[in-house]
């Protein structure tokens, strides 16, 4: 692509806040502590978690960039940045999670193949572009279409990331063309993150941003967008991000037989304390956040002091000074919600937490029945240990 090249090295890579965890160097991966993840409601950029599959895309001018739009359309066309900011902005609230987020706590389970995040492979950012609906638009793609005059069913999303697949192809991915012509669904091409124009980390110079869907179909570093009549058939869409049964092992796999994952589900964590803790007999507060897929929002947010056994309903917010309703226009539909709740403690315990949404979906108590080879979509109640200091004698 002219004015945007995928690097063949790590020599040209951005700077990095030093407070990140690194899980892996080559390629960049890295998440924020636990208690910096929840300090406010729109994760700052540099806290936001890094998630890459090689070398970041270096761009060389940016009045040469141009992203494609091919395939199944009468009227196939390129764009520059300056012409995709030329269609009404949009901006949304939503939050981003890896597909891997807990994945570490999967592994302890049994061994699974993946970067091992802990509970921080997930932010909430204000995202601000052009709607994908109106950008397919000028390609003679109207509002609310499910399959062009060519046939086409999918929008093919491909970066210029270099990253090796298996097939030593870009990363790629694609999601159901109603979906993208769907104002609701609110799928938009992204140039700023937070009020300020993406950085290379992010996307930069444009991305998608697919709300309440896994961030690996929210493709970085836009190289094309194709209109195809089947999904994507590329490797992170057909043998990567799908959910088997534990039973299923890498000796006895089919990819065919699953689809891939698109939704996130329903999930919660407790931030305000790590998986073991010591503390004084007293008042203990826990924060953390929820999320769910779909912008379907998050009803009820649970949390146990006692492993278990009884349940209190934490508070639920998102922006200070306004009460959060799920499903109420006033709030954030594809945004996280922040939780807090309280209790005295004066015995070692077990503090659990798990959220249900507003279709009823709640998290499955035990990770050992939802493992899966790949490690994701780990929703299970999240558990943390406190240990009360003994009174000296």
Not at 237 to 249: A, C, G, H, L, S
Not at 321 to 339: E, H, M, R, T
Not at 373 to 385: D, T
Request: net charge neutral; aromatic share 8%.
């Amino acid at each position: 692509m002219p004015g945007i090249r995928g690097p063949s090295d790590y020599f040209q890579e951005p700077p990095r806040h030093p407070s990140l965890i690194v899980n892996s160097k080559e390629p960049f991966n890295a998440e924020p502590s636990r208690s910096a993840l929840i300090s406010s409601y729109v994760t700052p950029v540099d806290l936001f978690y890094k998630r890459n599959h090689g070398p970041i895309p270096v761009v060389d001018d940016i009045q040469r960039y141009r992203v494609s739009i091919r395939g199944l359309v009468e009227k196939p066309l390129d764009l520059s940045l300056d012409d995709i900011k030329e269609l009404p902005k949009h901006v949304i609230a939503a939050t981003l999670q890896c597909a891997g987020n807990r994945r570490n706590q999967m592994s302890k389970v049994k061994t699974v193949r993946g970067v091992g995040w802990d509970v921080s492979a997930v932010g909430n950012g204000i995202w601000g572009g052009a709607r994908l609906s109106d950008v397919l638009e000028l390609v003679g793609i109207s509002k609310l279409t499910s399959t062009t005059t060519l046939g086409g069913r999918h929008v093919e999303f491909v970066s210029v990331d270099a990253c090796k697949d298996e097939n030593g192809g870009p990363y790629k991915a694609s999601i159901p063309l109603i979906q993208a012509t769907t104002c609701n669904a609110e799928v938009i091409l992204v140039y700023e993150m937070n009020g300020e124009p993406l950085n290379r980390d992010h996307g930069y110079p444009l991305r998608v941003i697919v709300p309440g869907v896994i961030g690996a179909r929210s493709v970085k570093w836009l190289d094309s967008i194709n209109i195809i009549a089947e999904e994507c058939q590329g490797f992170f869409m057909q043998k990567d991000y799908k959910v088997f049964p534990p039973t299923v092992n890498w000796e006895n796999i089919n990819w065919s037989t699953r689809r891939p994952q698109m939704d996130f589900p329903v999930q919660s964590v407790i931030c305000s304390l790590e998986d073991i803790n010591t503390v004084d007999s007293g008042k203990i507060s826990v924060h953390g956040y929820a999320v769910t897929g779909g912008g379907r929002g998050i009803e009820r947010v649970d949390v146990s002091f006692n492993g278990g056994k009884t349940w209190t309903e934490a508070s639920r917010y998102q922006k200070t000074g306004k009460p959060y309703v799920a499903d109420d226009p006033s709030s954030d539909k594809w945004a996280w919600v922040l939780f807090t709740a309280e209790a005295d403690v004066s015995e070692n315990i077990e503090i659990v937490v798990k959220a249900v949404d507003i279709a009823a979906n709640v998290q499955p108590e035990n990770v050992e029945f939802i493992w899966n080879l790949r490690g994701i979509l780990n929703n299970s109640w999240h558990r943390v240990l406190v240990q009360v200091k003994r009174s000296d004698m």
